[in-house]
């Protein structure tokens, strides 16, 4: 059963940087893309980066080389390594399927998310 379990997030202040940390056993099991997705403060959710199986890697443009997704398959694990945070990363982070059960859409079930806030 599919289950997300996001980790690492903080109270950082500008410039700083942070790892965030998701289990998804599930999809790395079945060699299944993981996402990171982010939803700020009175914002809908977005797409921040995705890794597929084999470890290529997608980013939004805004991301401008700030974030880094990687994953290890042997501890299903996938991580987001934010560099430079700005205000404007002030979010609650998730990791999801981006398509979920071979759609285009994320699991309609997200974890708990990770806080971020970047502030002084």
């Known amino acids: 059963q599919a289950q997300f379990v996001e980790s690492g997030g903080g109270l950082v202040q500008p410039g700083g940087s942070l790892t965030l940390s998701c289990t998804a056993a599930s999809l790395i099991q079945n060699r299944e893309a993981v996402s990171w997705y982010r939803q700020p403060p009175g914002a809908p959710r977005e797409l921040v980066a995705t890794i597929t199986h084999g470890g290529s890697t997608y980013y939004m443009d805004y991301v401008k080389d700030r974030f880094t997704i990687s994953r290890d398959n042997a501890k299903k694990m996938v991580y987001l390594q934010i560099n430079n945070l700005e205000p404007e990363d002030t979010a609650v982070y998730y990791c999801?399927?981006?398509?979920?059960?071979?759609?285009?859409?994320?699991?309609?079930?997200w974890g708990q998310g990770t806080q971020v806030i970047v502030a002084q």
């Open positions: 999801n399927s981006p398509r979920f059960r071979g759609s285009t859409s994320p699991s309609p079930t």
